[in-house]
Every structure is written in structure tokens, then in C-alpha cells.
């Protein structure tokens, strides 16, 4: 009991941390934040209400005329990659778990160190009609030669560009949520003679939805802002992601307004994922 | 009971060659899957002449290989190893003593510093750097290593806060308690206690760090260029052009230090440390 004593009689550990010296810790990174962040965030909300010089809805309507399909289309491929990206997480990090494979478990991590740039261009060299995936079918007969399949770019390209590179996030995620749930429950359904995925749908899963929840929701948003591989795995004509919309508008066009009206709709489809996180990790703050 | 023992018994002894061939499988679709795009880049890189429909090149060399020690990409590797040096020291000289402070503190406005502090990750990037650089255009910094820096420094922040708040709090607080009871001050405590037991993780968050800025591409496209390149950029640049030999050769070397980090600090990386690079 006597220890107990001792540290009622410390100084507050949890005291505030006011002063000057405080102040010199915190401010930078807040200041660094609302310079690099928060300002031109703001900014693009004011500035897609502004049309030559005035207040307007004008980008809004253009928007809505010439880019609703790409605000279609940007929500599905994010919502396919990451059906994709999740079933892969879950199986396979269940699997993993299970089987305690620390060699497939490292092969998986490798894309998490590969960034999205590297990760379009390899699966161009891999997928595209002329790649290398074609050339080895082609050998055994199962591709023509003369005209190979051209499917890579697009939506299909890009879908499996993305879930390849956030496969091994979604891994690293998943498994650590997997990895502290109680080995003996699976020891215990193992008995029983459940099936491997028996013991991930009935034991894993249930046991860590709201971790699962947080991964689904920073892949989900990683899959609506990226920019390099939908742009290296997209198609000169049709639906385009809305960052490529972004970029052109501002590149080529020079066009803030409806550039920043886009952007302002990618922050709304972003904004449910955002709340849902950030609730998700204060709470855990406690 | 016992019929039932026997049964799953000879189950198992039954199923076994299926189970070993059905493993074998699995790693021969992962190889194929992971290694797979991997191989495309290792051999473009090596190919000088490759014509379709041939699977391997048809002549072999290293000659895009040495262009990649001179001239532009040269340039390009020094401008990024010197943007992420400087962004890892000003991240690190940012991020450790606010977050020991997060770690250990009650901070005024906590809640709202967290929201600041986490709410970055959860929006789009590209249109918000896109309105940063008007603003660097006003101060004259953008197409410089200036802007770059900065926004590698704002980036790499918002992660590398975390992980070092979660290095801190793994930090047992009896230690620092312990210091206090013999009257050390609060300064004291951080640089004899805490810091010196945060040593480890701080090295593998800075590495982080450095990987994330020597990675980072939609910053440096939208504040950079067309003045500053980094590799990501340049390479960006020539697969679009398709030169595939050149974006092949400059994939690898950014993969290479990423793929060095992993081997070295493969116990070490957590899910939490890892989670900036779901963005690059």
C-alpha cells in the first residue's frame, strides 16, 4: 500500500500544458496544419462559389451538366476496389491468422511498399494488351496473338491496380484486428471441427467489426483521392475519375471554379467515411 | 465419441496430399500474383531492344541503367533525397516533443488540435494541394524546393504525429513517475527518461518519414513541377510517355529502398506505424 502513498504525493502528471513552452510545442504543427490543410480547404469551398468575380452556383451547374457521370463513376470504382480490397483482407488475414503463415503473410505485405506511381506502372508493363501477362498466354495458346485482349485500361485496370496495391494495407490492417482477438476462442471452434472459414465468419469477424470499419474507411477514401494510378490505368475517352476531372480543369483549363466545385463534391463523398473515422478514433482516444 | 475420433482422424490422414497440394497452390498464385507486375519492371529495366510477342527481350543490357546515374534522373534522385532529409528533421523536430505532450499532457483544446491533426487523412489531397499552390504562387515559393519541402513537412505530419504519440504511450509512465519522485523537473524527465526509451521508435518513424517524402508524388506534381522533379514525378512523366525502359528502371530504384525497409524493420511495423503509406 505504501507505493500507492508515494505517488498520490507526485506532482499532477496530467497537469495542463500552458505557458510559453507549451505554446512553442504546439503552435508550429497547428499553424503548419491551417497553412497546408485547413486554408486551402476552406479556399476551395469559396472558390467554387465564384464565377468571373461574383457569387454564383455556375460551376455547380456545370458540373452537374458535364461531370455527374464521373461523380457516378469515381463512388463505384472506389466502392468495387474496395469489396475487392476487404474480401482479400479478411480471407486471406483470416486464413493467415489461422495458419500462422509467416511466408505468404510477408509476400502480401510487399505492395504496401510500392507507392500507387510504381504500382500503375507495373501493372501496365503486366496487363496491357501488349504486356507480359498476354505474352505468357499467348505462348500456350490461350491468347490471339494478332489482336490480344484490351481490357487493362479503364475501369477494370484500374480497379485491379488499386486492389493490388491496398491489398496488403487492408492485410496489415485487418490482421492486426484479427491478432488480438483471443487465439483460444479459434482453438476451441478448431475443436469442434469448424472449417477455417467457419472460424472467420463466426469468431474473427464478428469479434472486430469496428476495426475493420476504420480500414474500410481510410481505403475507401485512399481509392477516391488517389490520383497517379487512375490516371496511368485510365482511358483517354469516357467516365474519368474525379481527381483527373480536377487536375485537367486546373492543368489544361485553368479553371479553378468548377476545379474546386469537383473538389468540394469529392470532400462530400468523402465526408461520411470522414466522420465515421474520426468518431471511430476519439473514442478510442477516450 | 471415440467413432467420431477415428473419423475426423482418417479425415485428416486422408486429406493431406490434397492439403499440401491445395498449399502448394496458394503459393504459387501468390508468387504469381505479387511477383507478377514486379517481374515487368526488373525486366523492361534490363530489356534494350523488346518487341511483341516475344516473352523475353530480345537483346539484354544495363545501358538504361547507367542513363539513370546522369542527366535529368541523377538530378531528380539528389533533388528528392534533399527534400526528404530536410522534411525528416523538421517533421522530427515538430513531432516528438508534441507528441510526448499529447502522450502525457492535458493540452488546451485537445479535441479540436486532434480533429486538425487527424481530419487531413480523410480528404482528398489533390484538390486541396491544387488551392495550396495558388497560395504558394503568391508567396513565391511554388515550383521551388521550398513549397515542395512544405508540403512534404504537412503531409508527413499528420502521420508521423501519431506514430509517435503511440510511441510515447507505450513508454511505461511509472519510469517517468519514478524520475519525478526523486524531483526531477519536466523538462529533465522528457530528455533523461522518456527520450531515451522512445529512441527506437523515433528511428523507425523518421524512416517512415523519409520513405513517405522520398514517395510522395501528388504534392510534388501539383507544387513542384515543372521546376522541381523528384523520382515519382519523372517516372510518372516517362511511363505516360511511354519509355518503358526508363520508368522501369526509375520504379525500381524508388521501390528498392521501401522494399530494404521492410526486410530490416519487419518486426517492427505495426499496423499504426504504417498507415501514411495506404496514401503513397
Known amino acids: 500500500m505504501n507505493h500507492i502513498k508515494i505517488m498520490e504525493k507526485l506532482p499532477d502528471r496530467r497537469k495542463a500544458c500552458y505557458g510559453l513552452l507549451g505554446a512553442v510545442i504546439i503552435l508550429p504543427a497547428v499553424i503548419l496544419v491551417l497553412v497546408i490543410y485547413v486554408y486551402p480547404f476552406l479556399q476551395s469551398f469559396i472558390s467554387s462559389f465564384q464565377s468571373h468575380g461574383s457569387f454564383s452556383f455556375e460551376n455547380y451547374k456545370y458540373v452537374s451538366e458535364v461531370y455527374a457521370y464521373d461523380v457516378f463513376y469515381t463512388i463505384v470504382i472506389s466502392a468495387i476496389s474496395l469489396l475487392c480490397v476487404m474480401l482479400i483482407g479478411i480471407f486471406i488475414g483470416g486464413y493467415l491468422i489461422i495458419s500462422e503463415n509467416k511466408v505468404l503473410e510477408f509476400l502480401f505485405k510487399i505492395p504496401l511498399f510500392i507507392p500507387f506511381v510504381v504500382v500503375g506502372h507495373a501493372i501496365r508493363t503486366f496487363l496491357a494488351p501488349k504486356g507480359i501477362l498476354n505474352s505468357l498466354l499467348g505462348q500456350i495458346g490461350l491468347v490471339n496473338m494478332e489482336s490480344p485482349p484490351d481490357f487493362i485500361y479503364g475501369f477494370t485496370g484500374t480497379v485491379i491496380a488499386l486492389t493490388w496495391k491496398q491489398m496488403a494495407f487492408a492485410l496489415l490492417l485487418i490482421m492486426g484486428a484479427f491478432e488480438s482477438v483471443d487465439k483460444s476462442y479459434l482453438e476451441a471452434a478448431r475443436n469442434f471441427g469448424a472449417s477455417g472459414f467457419k472460424q472467420i465468419k463466426d469468431i474473427l469477424l464478428p469479434l472486430s467489426w469496428g476495426s475493420i470499419g476504420v480500414s474500410a474507411v481510410l481505403i475507401y477514401t485512399s481509392f477516391l483521392q488517389n490520383f497517379s494510378v487512375v490516371m496511368m490505368m485510365g482511358k483517354g475517352d469516357g467516365p474519368q475519375h474525379l481527381m483527373i476531372d480536377i487536375y485537367h480543369r486546373i492543368n489544361y483549363l485553368n479553371d479553378y471554379g468548377v476545379a474546386n466545385a469537383l473538389g468540394v463534391i469529392s470532400y462530400i463523398l468523402a465526408m461520411g467515411a470522414a466522420i465515421i473515422y474520426l468518431r471511430k478514433v476519439l473514442k478510442n482516444d477516450g | ?280
Not at chain 2, 528528392?80 to 516528438?96: D, K, N, Q, R, Y
Request: aromatic share 14%; with cysteine; proline share 6%.
Open chain 2, 1 to 280: 465419441m471415440a467413432e467420431y475420433a477415428i473419423g475426423r482422424k482418417q479425415k485428416l490422414m486422408m486429406s493431406r496430399p490434397f492439403k499440401v497440394t491445395l498449399k502448394l497452390m496458394a503459393y504459387v498464385l501468390t508468387c504469381f500474383v505479387i511477383f507478377g507486375p514486379l517481374s515487368g519492371l526488373v525486366i523492361w529495366s534490363f530489356a534494350e531492344k523488346w518487341h511483341w510477342p516475344a516473352i523475353f527481350p530480345q537483346s539484354w543490357g544495363i545501358s538504361y541503367w547507367l542513363k539513370a546515374f546522369k542527366g535529368d534522373m541523377m538530378n531528380s534522385f539528389v533533388n528528392g533525397i534533399e527534400i526528404a532529409v530536410i522534411t525528416t528533421i523538421i517533421v522530427v523536430a515538430i513531432s516528438v516533443p508534441l507528441a510526448y505532450v499529447m502522450a502525457r499532457y492535458r493540452i488546451p483544446i485537445k479535441p479540436v488540435i486532434m480533429v486538425l491533426f487527424l481530419l487531413p487523412q480523410a480528404f482528398p489531397s489533390l484538390p486541396i494541394f491544387a488551392n495550396l499552390s495558388v497560395v504558394f504562387y503568391r508567396w513565391n515559393i511554388a515550383g521551388q524546393k521550398t513549397g515542395v519541402i512544405l508540403v512534404h513537412i504537412g503531409a508527413a505530419f499528420i502521420y508521423s504525429i501519431w506514430t509517435m504519440v503511440s510511441v510515447f504511450q507505450s513508454i511505461p509512465k511509472v519510469l517517468e513517475d519514478a524520475a519525478y519522485s526523486m524531483g526531477a523537473s519536466n523538462i529533465r524527465t522528457f530528455f533523461d527518461v522518456a527520450l531515451p526509451l522512445a529512441v527506437p521508435g523515433i528511428i523507425a518513424s523518421s524512416l517512415l518519414v523519409f520513405l513517405y517524402s522520398l514517395d510522395e508524388f501528388t504534392g510534388t506534381l501539383m507544387i513542384g513541377s515543372p521546376f522541381v522533379k523528384t523520382l515519382p514525378v519523372q517516372m510518372y512523366t516517362s511511363s505516360m510517355g511511354y519509355e518503358m525502359q526508363i520508368a522501369s528502371v526509375t520504379s525500381l530504384i524508388i521501390t528498392i529502398p521501401g522494399i530494404l525497409l521492410l526486410l530490416c524493420f519487419e518486426r517492427f511495423m505495426k499496423a499504426e506505424y504504417l498507415s501514411s503509406f495506404g496514401r503513397i
